[in-house]
Nanobody
């Protein structure tokens, strides 16, 4: 089992920045990759960014490319999401997820590819 705990959400004005953190514990040696997803009430959860734990390859949704950066600290078993130039449409609950098996590139955006999920952290961007 892998436990994931997100932090860093909050309220920010449009154009501002936030950094989300996701600390992993438990059987973290089995982690293949980690991702960030977001969900607005009444809508499907959508992929934001992913990172391969070994090697650090990154993947982004088109809507956040150039504004968000995913990174990881292997020693701390933590993944980060630096969010810059935030827009009101970025408002959502952000979830961290961990995958324990190999994924081909197009699978990173698939909810079902991930085995473990955090509880989520609210990000609200005011206009």
């Amino acid at each position: 089992q892998v436990q994931l705990v997100e932090s860093g959400g909050g309220l920010v004005q449009a154009g501002g920045s936030l950094r989300l953190s996701c600390a992993a514990s438990g059987r973290t040696f089995s982690t293949y990759g980690m991702g960030w997803f977001r969900q607005v009430s009444g809508k499907e959860r959508e992929f934001v960014a992913g990172i391969r734990w070994s090697g650090g390859s990154t993947y982004y949704a088109d809507s956040v490319k150039g504004r968000f950066t995913i990174s990881r600290d292997i020693a701390k078993n933590t993944v980060y999401l630096q969010m810059n130039s935030l827009k009101p449409e970025d408002t959502a609950v952000y979830f961290c997820a961990a995958a324990s098996t190999w994924m081909y590139d197009s699978r990173w955006s698939n909810n079902n590819a991930y085995d473990y999920w955090g509880q989520g952290t609210q990000v609200t961007v005011s206009s």
